[in-house]
């Protein structure tokens, strides 16, 4: 409980910051002794960074926050206590602490981040959610930081095999970003786990997304970038993994496309190219062994998703009933997950990801915030 509170004192303390704290408590040994030596004077420590602390240990900052999590069905694990991550506790600035919900973030399995645009393409959302799915089921959990776009695919993807996802804020558990999400974080927490290393009423800044993206780096054994621009943050996210030594892998795209730039980049850079599951096993396995999951079933490739997204097919063909009709029979007002529908239907979860996104991009289904879908 003592390192509890003097974790929170060093996040709480204003202008402190994660590399004061790491350095204090690799010379004292852990964050309640060099908080002792802070105070008594012995510290090598800035005069402002000490009154800072001083004034967090006056108002008693851990008590509010210990409240909010407990509120909020949270908890806060400290650096090197048995809740916190042993791949994040080996970067070379990690938090002083996590709030988290849910009981994902215990989980032995090894974890990759999927990561890319927020203004992502039908093809990119599609691929990153079945890529996430594939893995989840492979024994891998899934990282990312909740955006719109790729982020959220792959969270949804993730929850549609059953598989653990951890979410990551740039914000405090209460200030879900974007709140169109807070609904996915929930079904996130119930089975995985949201994480965020900022407190209770700290809002969604700018400022705070880098911080967030080492998060999701440090996690991770390695990072897939879907889709992203010259300068998104999931590049950030990328250029943190290898600075830790992870495998970066990313999703090729075509020259013209600006969605591709970033991946592209990182290919002739020395990424991984990934255009299957398949792909970021074979890789991770050769360091990390099996996984203990299920085989990709029907690995499919971009391409293969490409024929989804195009409703491929002879358009003046005969085909009969199809799985798409299926699934658009049964979007009704009440919106309907991709797992949901899948089990009415006694189909892949994959195949039903692909016929939502044919009815959407034709105009006969929309989707809501949480994954889910109605006819439109």
């Not at 039908?122 to 909740?146: K, N, Q, T």
């Not at 971009?302 to 195009?310: F, P, W």
Request: charged share 25%.
């Amino acid at each position: 409980m003592e390192e509890q509170r003097a974790a929170l004192v060093f996040l709480m303390a204003d202008g402190v910051g994660t590399a004061t704290a790491a350095r204090l408590r690799e010379r004292h040994g852990s964050l309640d002794l060099a908080l002792t030596e802070v105070r008594r004077g012995r510290a090598e420590i800035a005069a402002a960074k000490r009154r800072a602390l001083e004034i967090a240990v006056r108002d008693r900052v851990w008590d509010r926050q210990l409240e909010a999590a407990a509120g909020a069905g949270a908890r806060f694990v400290t650096f090197g206590s048995a809740g916190f991550p042993d791949p994040l506790a080996r970067i070379a600035r990690p938090p002083v602490g996590l709030f988290v919900q849910g009981s994902g973030l215990s989980t032995p399995r090894p974890a990759l981040a999927i990561v890319g645009s927020r203004a992502a393409t039908p093809r990119g959302r599609l691929f990153a959610r079945d890529l996430a799915a594939s893995l989840g089921a492979a024994g891998l959990s899934i990282v990312s930081g909740l955006a719109r776009g790729i982020d959220t695919a792959a969270h949804e993807g993730a929850l549609d095999a059953g598989a653990v996802t951890i979410a990551v804020l740039g914000s405090g558990l209460d200030h879900v970003y974007p709140r169109e999400n807070a609904g996915l974080a929930r079904r996130i927490a119930a089975s995985g786990a949201v994480v965020t290393e900022f407190p209770f009423g700290a809002s969604p800044l700018a400022e705070h997304f880098p911080m967030r993206n080492r998060i999701v780096a440090g996690c991770s054994a390695g990072v897939v970038v879907v889709e992203a621009g010259e300068r998104s943050g999931a590049l950030i996210t990328a250029s943190m993994a290898l600075e830790e030594g992870r495998e970066v892998f990313a999703v090729p795209g075509a020259p013209d496309d600006p969605g591709a730039r970033g991946p592209n980049g990182l290919l002739r850079s020395g990424a991984k190219l990934v255009e299957r599951a398949s792909d970021v096993l074979e890789e991770l396995e050769g360091a990390w062994g099996p996984f203990g999951g299920a085989a990709p079933a029907g690995d499919r490739s971009a391409s293969d998703l490409d024929a989804d997204v195009d409703a491929g097919g002879d358009e003046g063909a005969d085909r009969g009933p199809t799985a798409g009709d299926a699934v658009r029979e049964l979007l009704g007002r009440t919106p309907l997950s991709a797992g949901e529908i899948a089990s009415k239907l006694g189909l892949p979860v994959r195949e039903i990801l692909g016929r939502l996104v044919e009815l959407e991009l034709a105009g006969l289904a929309r989707a809501w915030p949480g994954g889910r879908y109605t006819r439109a």
